[in-house]
Nanobody, 119 residues
Framework: QVQLVESGGGLVQPGGSLRLSCAAS????????MGWYRQAPGKQREVAVI??????RYADSVKGRFTISRDNAKNTVYLQMNSLKPEDTAVYYC??????????????WGQGTQVTVSS
């Protein structure tokens, strides 16, 4: 069984920073893409950033403010969010394309962590 566990959300003032973490655990053989999505109230889930191999793609709305990093030894991905704006308020979900032991690649999601940007 593979699972993703997120941490690091919370309440922050505009202009502040937060760092999210997402650790994959279980019977993991390899991990391909990892990324972060977000869903604001009343809106569809959207991609914030995805990293795959040596390539990273950021949504225009977060480019220059958010930075994704990955620790492959720990099967963990991080999202450093700086210069946060009220419009960044959303539930943030970790996503990973994971091949389990003896299995094939499947898409996994974390439980979500709330980020609220407000004064």
């Amino acid at each position: 069984q593979v699972q993703l566990v997120e941490s690091g959300g919370g309440l922050v003032q505009p202009g502040g920073s937060l760092r999210l973490s997402c650790a994959a655990s279980g019977s993991i053989f390899s991990i391909n893409a990892m990324g972060w999505y977000r869903q604001a109230p009343g809106k569809q889930r959207e991609v914030a950033v995805i990293t795959r191999g040596g390539s990273t793609r950021y949504a225009d709305s977060v480019k220059g403010r958010f930075t994704i990093s990955r620790d492959n030894a720990k099967n963990t991905v991080y999202l450093q969010m700086n210069s946060l704006k009220p419009e960044d308020t959303a539930v943030y979900y970790c996503n990973a394309d994971i091949r389990s032991l003896g299995g094939s690649y499947s898409d996994y999601w974390g439980q979500g962590t709330q980020v609220t940007v407000s004064s």
